[in-house]
Every structure is written in C-alpha cells, then in structure tokens.
C-alpha cells in the first residue's frame, strides 16, 4: 500500500484541528491490487473440537485459510497439508485438505496405544516462501484409558552438594518388567532448562538399579527420559525448586531513559513458564520507594516512572509461592539520553507523545498493520518533544505497529498498539427452538449475521457443542483471538481468548500488558521469503514440471504439448502447453483416496537426440520443530473428566453389546482406499490379511545397497517373508517354506512374472499383505501353474499380495519411455462424517445404545444464505447437565465471529 505524508500539529493544533479531520489526506484502506506472487503469505487457522482427546477418540478440524492483510478468505491456496506429530517428534499422519473459498475440514482418529503431547501442524505449499512463523502449530494431550503400570519407575530423588559445591541428584529405577534388566541397555537422558545430559545405571550390592547427575545449582526442574522393552518412552519432571520465578522488565523504548516518564512492562514466570500474580513495589538505590506494582492474573502489567541516571532501581516482590520472603529484581541500568517513544489509547483516539535528548528536529511515525504500510507521517519537535493524536477508525482492529523513524531515515523505536475496532466485528444473532431440553431431544437453531451497520453479510459458520466440564472456555484458542493476536506473535499466549472477552474490563489492559512485553521482539511482520526454493502456490491438485531435452546441449524452440493421464476410479485425460522454458503445469479434478498414478506424455515429443525428459517437481516438507515443554502433560479436572466420561462410555458399550449383540457404527468414511471394491473383492475371496508391512516402513529400511523389494524384505522380514535365492539369480519369496502365490494390485501374477517382483522399488509400494492360508488356494494354485497335475496340487498355501502407489504394478519399475512420466501424486485425504444419531422414536430398542457423548454435535461448514441467515439441528445425546454451544464464523470480506452460548439438558 503507497503510504501519504500527512502534516504534524503542535499539540495546540491537534486538539483544533485533529489529524483525522482532514479528509483530503486519507488513503484507502484496501491493499492495492497485487500480482499474485506480490501476495504476501496465507493465515491458517484449525479451530479443533477440543485441546485433549483419549485414544480411540476422532480429533474433528475445520481449516480456515485467509490473506493476512485484508483476513479475506484465500484465493490463493486450494490445498493445506496437515501433519500429526508424536511426542518424540515423528510424522504419525498426514492430510490433503480441500480447500474452497478457503475453508475446509477433516479429522484424525486416534490408535488406542497413542499417549502424549502431539504437535498438529498445518502449511500451505505457498506459505513454504515465510519460514516457519507461517505455519499453523497447535500442540494435544492425548491420554490412554489403560491404567498405567508404570506410575513409580523412578523414585527415591535426593539432592545434595559436592564438596565442590555442584548439585548433585541420584535416584533410584525400578526396572522389574518395565525396562530392559541389562543395565547397560538402559540410557537415562536427564534434561533441564538449557542442558542435558545422559547418565549411566548402574546395580548396586542390593540388586537394585541407581543414577546419578550433576547439574548446575540455579535449576528449577529436571526431566528424566527412558524407554521400556516396548520402546515406549517414560518420562518424569522432578521440581527442584517450587518457589523459582524469573521476573523480566521491559521499557516502553527499550531502554530507561534519563529524565523522562518511562513506561515499563513486567511479566513474572513460575518454574513451568506459566505466568504468576505478583504485587510489589519499586526502589531506588536509597531505599526510597517509587511506586507500587501488581500484575494481572498472568504474570503481567506495567508502571511509569521517571528514572534518574545517577541511581539505580530494583522491586521487591512478594508473591503466592514466597509469603514469607521478598525477592528482588534489578531493573535495568538508566541510559542519560535517548528518545523516548510513547502509544496509548485515548477513548476512540490513538496518542502519540514524544520526547528526546538529541538534538534532531524532524521526525517521522510510520504506521502500518500485517505487514501493509497505511500512514507516514512528518512532523518537527519543538524543545525536544511532541504530542499528536489520530482516530483509531482509521485502523483495522489488530495490531498496529508504529515505527519512530529518525533525520537520516533509521528507525529509532517501534511500539505495538493493539487497535480494538467494532468496524471490523461480525454481528450473530443465535436462537434456539426452545431453552430447557431432555435428554436425547431434537434442537434446532437459526442464526443470522451482520456487520457493524446491522446490514446482513454472508458468511461461512461452524457449529460445535460440547459439555461444559470439558471445555477450557477462556484457555481455548479462538478464530478471532488467532487471526487477530497469535497469528501475529511467535512464542505461545496464555489463554489467548481472556484479551477479546467483553466480560473482562481490563482486557485492554491485559493486551497493552502483553504487547509491552511480548510484543517487538517476536513480531512476525514484514513477512519475507525464507527458503532458496520458489514455492508456487497450489490452487487445486497440481502437477508441475518441465519438458526438456535429454542433454542440456541441445536447445529447442518448439512448442511442447503435453497430455496428462489420471487413473483412479475412472481415467481422466488433460491437455497443457509448456511454456518456453519447458515447464508445464497441470490442474486436476478433485480426488480422494492414497495415491493416484499419473502418466504424462509428449504428444510431439522429438525424436533421437532432440528426445525430451519429462520430470514432476518434488517440493521439500518443512522441518518438524516438536518444542517440547515437561509440564505440558498434566492431568487437571477437565482431563480427568475427559477420561472418566469416555471410560464410561466404553464400560456401557461393551454392556450393551453383550446384552445384545450388536455393535453400532458411529462414523461414515465417505471415501477410503481400503473400502475400495477390489479389495472387498480381494479378502471375501481369500482371506484377510494376517500380517500387513506398510511401504513407507519399507522404505526408511531400504539401504543405498539396497536392489529392491525383496532385498528389503530378506534382512527386516525374515521372520514373515523367506526370500530364497537360486543360482541362476531367480529369487522366491515365500511364507514359512510353504506353498505360496504371488498377488499385485489383486491380481494373481502368471509364473513368467515372480521375477520381476524381486526388483520392485520399494518407493511405488502402497503396502504389502500376507493372507496365510488363503481360501481358495487348491483353485488359485491351478490358475498360475495351469500344467500341474490336480492330483499334487497343495491343499494348502499362503498369498503375499502387494499393493502399488496409483496401481502402478510391475510397471511401475520400468525405465520411463522417453518423452513419458509414468509417476504418482496425492490425493485429497478422504471426507469422514461426523455421528448424527436419529432420536426420532423409530429405532428399535436392542439399538438404543447409551449416548453419553461429551462432543454432542460438530458441523463445520455452514453457509449463510444473501441474507446472512443460515441454521442446523441435531438430537442430545443421554448425558445431563451444562453444555455449550461455540459458533465461529468468517465473512466474505474477512469479518470475523466466535460466540459461545450455554444451554442445559436435564434427565
């Protein structure tokens, strides 16, 4: 956005004639339309159904991707990744979301043996370009509903000093059937704020098992780390020193400076790195006191003072884990001179007040917002200090940031203004049917949205309602709290939302408190590129490449026509022209499933040595960045009532199901490769499969010596596959020496094809299944060796049956012909629907299953109609009490909504 000089006032001036009445001077808010690869990076949002889930569970997202100036929905991406990451840092799982209009959802279901601290991490392909700060971390607990048989395997903690004053902590490890007896196989890491270090167990005359480590004395905590024989990793946090606070001081300028009243942040952190209350005052080196502090419930706050540079100041604090003790702090030593650099709120009206010790006479304010430039102001300081004044109108809501640039042009201070506009708020009218509700009740529920104006707006809605007692309310991140405030800010924001609710009369306080002392510093504008890779945006599924030359000698100026070949439940075909550099891009329809394989042919492609290599961009993930925190994994109330409310539920369940046996389905999958028609064909046929080797697993065991699959599998599956070897070369795989057939793609392989398999690489392999004997076998055996006599033909026999990425098959080994790409791509993870029983008094009673769901409903793509209105409905499960219903929403235009609204069912 161009920016506009705007004159500066003396003081006299602004309060006559403000800056903001003159109407000649205002430029548009509206960013200045910009070639897309202009376009600055994508905001992505996953509003989630909970911040913790039980194994077995189905984490349920809807993604929200935005433009970060205008917060518009994006036109940019038409596809996010979504990654789910375990606590020791691994991918567990990965989706393609579908995004239209920017919006789109999806889910993860939950294995009953995952525990944890799991990442949910969430990028588009374009937003690669701006480094990490630009993809969306959110971090679950996850917790088992097992009893946990290893709740003391480290006790006994003693702490002393060594006659070298060192911190010493020993302890004990109860070792029995959890960990691996042989104490040399037994690593314990021991890790600390900033340190770590790994320490060896030894057994002492007692046969018991002891460690020990010195640390350094200044710790609050340590963690100890192992594994047990499952390699199942353990881990306990040890508090060394529960009165620990660090407490950190923050001038408004960056520094104390002489003479002037300096406005100084403070945040208090506990050994957790949570924020603690804290009251106190502030001293001189005299013993004098200057003010009083006390912060908000988070740690934070701020107070002003003029500092002397010829003292020195310190604050003594007092706060709920020392009420016997003061503990001091010193503040930072007073600079004699400087410029101090001043924002604050004035009712509808943002101040500026500016003093300084230099002698300079012109100065400048740059305001800009998300990276955009919106006002450059100049102005001339008279005895060295100004005073201004703008309309806070003129600013979106979000964070402003002004920057105090100096006579040469350098930037002498910046300062972050939280700006709270209701120009920018999205109005929702929510009603129910009816207000008091029994269990398993219809609810039907009307909304309606409109802007600041009251006009109606069209919007897209989710609708989610959950039990009181397991959501965190104010601790639960928010669509409007992310795009508006943590999208912004690196590093995490304790209960996010407490800044944007209209109970909370301080909450501009709070956020003034915030930005003072988390602000600047990790401010994540302006946004720029981060990577030596261009990164093009995807707006659909895309498949881009390059048509060259096979040597780079030759040069050709011919026009490339290209044709694209998908094959999943039907074969699609697409025409594309490469550009004059070669490269091509293709655009595909919309599909769900794995993989789909693709095979792109040159449809003039040269002959001899002008023959053209077709090759398919393969752009780099990101880097896993797992920021691991001790005390993140804690169980508080509403885990634990997570936990007994879905213990209960699977007590009933099985009850129910023993009574009558019958099991009820509580999902759809709309789509999934393993509900594919050839493979239902495939195991009503033989079998299912008894042992199931995934091709990713084959994969990372693969070695740069490596020859192919069965390579692969003679040295990591011997005890599932027996590869025997002949002399001639050939190559059998089998299953416990016995009979066995060979299967790809569902198809039995004809004798004259076992020795291709041998070379299979292991990259086109979707998952190999071993189906031990196999129904049908005796018919199966005759269609594959058709010559043999029926009289010796096995009764028995087993079916290794691979399966390739895209159904590629054997030819997926071959050398590409020239002028051809025979590959595969992802696809878009499958949609799962959510659970919608149909209470409606016609279901029979060995059916009736106890509904004690705590996520009652969740619906995350709602669309308003012209005029703004929009509705849903859903029966209550059999659980009573306090629920709520939390509905977010985003307009076309980028306005945003989170309501929460309560409600309750009564037996």
Not at 6 to 26: G, R
Request: hydrophobic share 35%.
């Amino acid at each position: 956005m161009s920016m506009t000089k705007i004159p500066f006032f003396w003081i006299k001036w602004v309060l006559l004639i403000p800056i903001w009445a003159c109407s000649n001077i205002l430029i548009s808010q509206n960013p200045t339309p910009q070639p897309e690869l202009a376009k600055g990076p994508e905001k992505i949002y996953l509003q989630l159904t909970s911040k913790e889930y039980t194994a077995n569970e189905t984490i349920w997202f809807k993604a929200i991707v935005v433009e970060s100036q205008t917060h518009q929905p994006s036109s940019i991406s038409g596809v996010l990744n979504v990654d789910f990451i375990g606590p020791n840092g691994k991918l567990v799982a990965h989706k393609l979301i579908r995004l239209k209009h920017g919006m789109g959802h999806g889910h993860f279901d939950l294995k009953p043996n995952q525990k944890g601290r799991f990442l949910i991490r969430a990028y588009t392909q374009w937003n690669q370009n701006f480094g990490a700060d630009f993809i969306y971390h959110q971090y679950l607990n996850i917790y088992s509903l097992q009893d946990d048989a290893v709740h003391e395997w480290a006790d006994e903690i003693r702490t002393v000093e060594n006659i070298d004053g060192q911190l010493v902590i020993s302890g004990k490890l109860n070792l029995n059937r959890e960990l691996d007896l042989n104490p040399s196989k037994t690593k314990l890491h021991v890790q600390w704020d900033k340190g770590k270090a790994e320490v060896a167990v030894t057994k002492d005359e007692a046969n018991e098992y002891q460690w020990q480590v010195a640390v350094p004395n200044n710790i609050s905590w340590i963690e100890l780390k192992t594994t047990n024989r499952d390699q199942k990793e353990l881990s306990k946090t040890i508090v060394l020193d529960q009165q620990h606070m660090d407490f950190q001081f923050f001038p408004e300028g960056g520094k104390l400076i002489h003479g002037f009243q300096n406005k100084i942040g403070f945040k208090a952190l506990g050994f957790d790195g949570k924020g603690r209350p804290i009251e106190g005052q502030i001293f001189d080196n005299q013993g004098n006191k200057i003010t009083n502090i006390r912060s908000n419930g988070l740690g934070m706050g701020y107070f002003y003072m003029v500092p002397d540079r010829a003292k020195s100041y310190h604050a003594k604090i007092k706060h709920q884990g020392s009420p016997d003790h003061d503990l001091n702090y010193g503040l930072p030593l007073v600079s004699p001179s400087g410029t101090l650099f001043a924002v604050h709120r004035l009712q509808d009206k943002i101040g500026f007040q500016i003093a300084s010790h230099t002698s300079m006479k012109k100065i400048a304010i740059k305001a800009s917002c998300r990276g955009a430039d919106y006002y450059l102001i100049e102005g001339e300081l008279k005895d060295g200090s100004l005073k201004a004044e703008m309309q806070s109108e003129m600013f979106p809501e979000g964070i402003i940031v002004f920057t105090l640039i100096g006579e040469n042009g350098e930037p002498i201070a910046e300062r972050l203004h939280y700006n709270e506009s209701n120009e920018d708020d999205l109005s929702v009218k929510v009603n129910m049917d009816q207000s008091n509700f029994t269990r398993r009740d219809p609810v039907h529920l009307d909304f309606q949205f409109s802007n600041s104006q009251g006009d109606p707006i069209q919007g897209n809605a989710s609708i989610l309602v959950i039990k009181s007692d397991q959501w965190r309310g104010l601790d639960q991140r928010s669509i409007y709290s992310y795009f508006n405030l943590e999208s912004e800010l690196r590093g995490p924001i304790e209960r996010p939302s407490q800044y944007f609710d209209q109970n909370n009369p301080k909450r501009l306080e709070d956020m003034e408190a915030l930005l003072l002392t988390q602000g600047w510093r990790n401010y994540k504008y302006p946004a720029r590129r981060d990577s030596n890779t261009f990164f093009w945006p995807e707006p659909g599924l895309t498949v881009r490449g390059k048509a060259l030359p096979f040597s780079p000698k030759v040069k050709s100026d011919k026009v490339v026509d290209l044709t694209l070949a998908s094959f999943a439940r039907e074969t699609k075909l697409y025409t594309e022209t490469a550009d004059s550099t070669g490269v091509f891009q293709f655009v595909l329809d919309d599909t769900y499933g794995n993989d789909m394989r693709i095979l792109i042919t040159a449809l003039n492609a040269q002959k001899g040595k002008n023959k053209l290599k077709i090759s398919h961009n393969k752009y780099p993930k990101p880097e896993i960045e797992y920021k691991h925190d001790p005390f993140a994994f804690n169980l508080d109330t509403i885990a634990k009532t997570r936990i007994d409310n879905q213990k209960e539920m699977e007590r009933l369940e099985m009850v129910f199901d023993s009574l009558y046996g019958v099991t009820q389905l509580d999902e759809v999958i709309v789509e999934d490769i393993r509900l594919k028609p050839e493979r239902k064909e495939l195991y009503n046929r033989y079998g299912t499969p008894d042992v199931v080797i995934s091709g990713d697993s084959l994969v990372k065991k693969e070695k740069d010596w490596s020859y192919g699959l069965y390579s692969v599998l003679m040295f990591n599956y011997r005890d599932q596959v027996i590869i025997e070897q002949f002399a001639d070369g050939f190559m059998l795989a089998h299953v416990r020496g016995e009979p066995t057939l060979l299967m790809v793609d569902s198809q039995l392989l004809q004798k004259e094809q076992y020795q291709h398999v041998s070379r299979m690489p292991p990259g086109i392999i979707e998952d190999i299944e071993i189906i031990q004997h196999a129904r049908s076998f005796r018919s199966s055996y005759l269609e594959v060796f058709p010559d043999t006599n029926p009289m010796f033909v096995p009764a028995f026999g087993h079916i290794i049956s691979v399966f390739t990425k895209g159904g590629v098959g054997l030819q997926g080994m071959d050398r590409p012909i020239p002028g051809t790409l025979d590959t595969t791509i992802k696809v878009f993870s499958p949609v799962k629907e959510f659970y919608r029983p149909q209470y409606d008094g016609s279901m029979p009673t060995n059916e009736q299953k106890p509904d004690l769901r705590s996520l009652v409903h969740w619906n995350p793509l709602i669309e308003t109609d012209q005029e703004g209105t929009g509705s849903d409905s859903f029966y209550l499960g059999d659980a009573p009490g306090e629920y709520v219903l939390i509905l977010e929403a985003i307009s076309n235009e980028g306005l945003l909504v989170h309501k929460q609204q309560t409600f309750t069912v009564s037996d």
